[in-house]
């Protein structure tokens, strides 16, 4: 947890408190215990765990910190990333946590009420249909997702749940600013404006990694997102 902290503190600014780290290091234990009888995730090591998935989400805070982060949504989380490192870097904000895999719904709800993260949800279910719900739709100051889909495609995923002056965060790699060059028609679509491409570094990953960054001007027209299936085999 030493090194987890130096690190977090030299690349984004943040001084991880006892709490946190006890959080991250309980994290961590119960990640490898479901991993070696669910494989959740193909990233399995410590180190490769503490840098891909730990170090990965903090990458996120230092273009959250100054925003209104009231209700934050993780579409796609898989093992909870990067929406329960968030938490605990953020525990004020409520975060609703989405997947359709049931073992990785099922590890989410457990290690939030190992955690005792309050403001927690965790929803099983597919982004097309969630996007349509009036308690979901355009109602979140941050909509994130991280290896899920082609941003033209995630686009149309993450916008619609985003309320006007929100935004979108996509975590990408170096296929990044390619993607969100080719992405520009269905942002503009969807109501959104690029607003940043925040380049980082992990500490021995060789692959540049990219914050996509997306303000939400518009609203989503009601047509999106379209119906299940539809985003990946006809992106926009």
């Not at 100054?66 to 975060?95: C, E, Q, W, Y």
């Not at 279910?125 to 355009?138: Q, S, T, Y």
């Not at 290896?147 to 965060?169: C, D, F, I, N, W």
């Not at 109501?191 to 960054?213: F, K, M, S």
């Amino acid at each position: 947890m030493k090194k987890l902290a130096q690190e977090a503190k030299t690349l984004f600014n943040i001084d991880l408190t006892p709490w946190q780290l006890s959080a991250v290091a309980q994290y961590m234990g119960e990640l490898e215990k479901w991993n070696k009888r669910y494989s959740l995730t193909a990233i399995q090591s410590p180190e490769k765990v503490r840098v891909k998935h730990f170090l990965d989400s903090f990458s996120c805070y230092p273009v959250m910190k100054n925003t209104i982060i009231n209700r934050v949504i993780d579409v796609g989380t898989g093992a909870g990333f990067p929406g329960i490192p968030l938490k605990i870097l953020f525990p004020s904000m409520h975060l609703t946590l989405v997947d359709s895999v049931k073992k990785k719904t099922d590890f989410c709800r457990h290690i939030v009420q190992e955690l005792g993260l309050g403001g927690v949800d965790v929803i099983r279910e597919r982004a097309e249909r969630l996007g349509k719900e009036d308690g979901h739709r355009e109602k979140y100051d941050w909509a994130l997702a991280r290896a899920v889909a082609q941003l033209s495609e995630l686009s149309e995923y993450l916008l619609p749940l985003v309320k006007v002056g929100g935004r979108m965060l996509a975590m990408k790699g170096d296929s990044g600013p390619a993607e969100a060059h080719a992405a520009g028609e269905a942002i503009d679509l969807l109501g959104g404006h690029l607003r940043q491409l925040e380049q980082l570094h992990l500490p021995g990953v060789t692959e540049d990694r990219y914050l996509v960054i997306i303000d939400k001007v518009a609203p989503t027209p009601e047509k999106y997102p379209r119906r299940v299936g539809i985003p990946a085999k006809r992106p926009l």
